[in-house]
């Protein structure tokens, strides 16, 4: 029998939830002595993103052994509500004396302190669950998916929507050719950056329940003061929206257009001289801060069976930006001034094929394709990309004996990051660069290539 949907059929099926289906392709399932096991773990950070933790993964078979924060109040708070997990305020210790005790790592710290914190759990022979961005910086990518590779502990960096069934059924969709030959890539977001700042001059006592030397952890040494604690504005400890949304919002591409193939590739495959090019338009060239809006073409060349890519950045509200997108999608962005007025539209892709387009929500969990008239009675391609139980969830069935996870620090959530990063690179350096991802520099401009480095204070090493 031919088999047939209707539009409203086929969206609604790629719209499943992300705790979805096993596959059979799944391959290297866990024993079922080990499947029925309660994990022991440690969560490093337990506020803000921690925090969600704290209540999500008591569900999935997990109990919380150690948590660990700069911040005594947090920790403690986090604390009563865990009372068997010992309590630490400096995570070297924690691995120091509870290594024995732990099955895994979940790392939901400010950006600076993932790759040292993520570096010594798997030194330690533990499983790493870390929130993206994985690191701050290009060379701490590499320096954790050498570790991933060399110590094969499971891994997983946090972003979510890679484990959702639109997202894996939107890369399928692009990779089948359904939309054409692909013309065109607008991922964006909204905020911008928080533009010229000046850093402090002068200090403040530190707050009687911070230990302002373990948060600083590998950033260079300073004073305490509160400007310092809106880490997110600063370069010494973020790594901007590149780091808080590309990674989400640009992943779709990325997966969908095989960019990680850069790094994995053969040489017949990939010919002499096969570099990312990256090239920024900024409101201002800021080093300690992030700019107000910047526009950022990451491009890529031709590759034996996989044409030329090109993708757009645009964050914040950057001159034509906007209008770009809303040209391509035929109607106004929600950014709270339109539709809905609900900021439906603050991140997002598009991308844009000969025979339509596919557009996708921040996260890559929600997709629908353009103009809907064209695809009413889409079957859509064969699935080729296993189904996953949830983002987490994987990580723990790899814990337990299971295939790898989708975002695992060896294969694929170091390569996403480590070419987002080379956005900001791009926003502080005259000229576009380009950038050799077997080697791990950039290859026309050296004082950029100083930028792909993390340089850590005394007593600080991966």
Not at 104 to 114: I, L
Not at 171 to 181: F, K, M, T
Not at 278 to 299: H, Q
Request: some cysteine; overall charge neutral.
């Amino acid at each position: 029998m031919k088999a047939h949907r209707t539009r409203r059929q086929f969206l609604a099926r790629t719209a499943t939830s992300a705790f979805g289906f096993f596959l059979s392709t799944r391959h290297g399932f866990a024993t079922a002595a080990a499947a029925n096991e309660e994990l022991n773990l440690a969560l490093v950070g337990v506020g803000g993103r921690g925090e969600w933790f704290l209540g999500a993964l008591p569900g999935m078979r997990t109990r919380f052994a150690a948590l660990c924060d700069t911040h005594a109040y947090r920790l403690n708070r986090a604390g009563e509500k865990f009372p068997e997990a010992k309590r630490y305020r400096d995570f070297r210790r924690m691995l120091e004396e509870s290594a024995d005790r732990l099955d895994g790592v979940v790392v939901a710290t400010p950006d600076h302190s993932h790759a040292v914190i993520s570096a010594r759990a798997m030194r330690a022979g533990k499983p790493v669950f870390c929130e993206k961005p994985l690191t701050r910086t290009i060379s701490e990518t590499r320096a954790l998916r050498e570790l991933a590779a060399s110590t094969q502990v499971a891994t997983q960096m946090g972003n979510q929507g890679t484990s959702s069934d639109p997202f894996r059924r939107s890369v399928e969709i692009v990779q089948s050719g359904v939309l054409g030959e692909i013309r065109e890539v607008l991922t964006w977001n909204e905020s911008g950056g928080g533009g010229p700042h000046p850093r402090p001059t002068t200090s403040e006592a530190v707050p009687e329940d911070l230990d302002w030397d373990v948060w600083l952890g590998p950033a260079a040494a300073r004073p305490y003061h509160r400007e310092w604690a809106n880490w997110h504005r600063w370069r010494d400890f973020a790594t901007g929206q590149l780091g808080n949304w590309a990674v989400h919002s640009a992943n779709l591409a990325f997966k969908a257009f095989r960019l990680d193939e850069f790094w994995k590739g053969t040489s017949a495959e990939l010919p002499e001289g096969c570099h990312f090019r990256v090239a920024a338009k900024v409101s201002e060239v800021l080093a300690d801060t992030f700019p107000t809006w910047e526009l950022i073409e990451f491009s890529a060349p031709r590759r034996r069976n996989q044409p030329a890519f090109a993708m757009i950045w645009c964050n914040g509200r950057a001159p034509g930006g906007r209008e770009r997108i809303e040209e391509r999608l035929g109607r106004k962005l929600d950014w709270g001034d339109a539709g809905e007025r609900k900021w439906n539209d603050h991140a997002g892709l598009l991308i844009v094929g000969t025979r339509g387009m596919l557009h996708s929500t921040g996260h890559n969990m929600t997709f629908s394709l353009l103009p809907e008239a064209d695809f009413q009675d889409l079957l859509g391609p064969p699935r080729s990309l296993p189904r996953s139980p949830g983002h987490e969830r994987e990580w723990l069935d790899a814990i337990r004996g299971g295939a790898s996870a989708c975002s695992n620090f060896a294969d694929y959530g170091s390569l996403l990051t480590e070419w987002l990063l080379l956005g900001n690179v791009a926003t502080q350096t005259e000229g576009a660069i380009e950038y050799d991802p077997r080697a791990g520099r950039v290859v026309n401009n050296e004082s950029a290539n100083r930028l792909c480095k993390a340089l850590y204070r005394e007593g600080w090493t991966l």
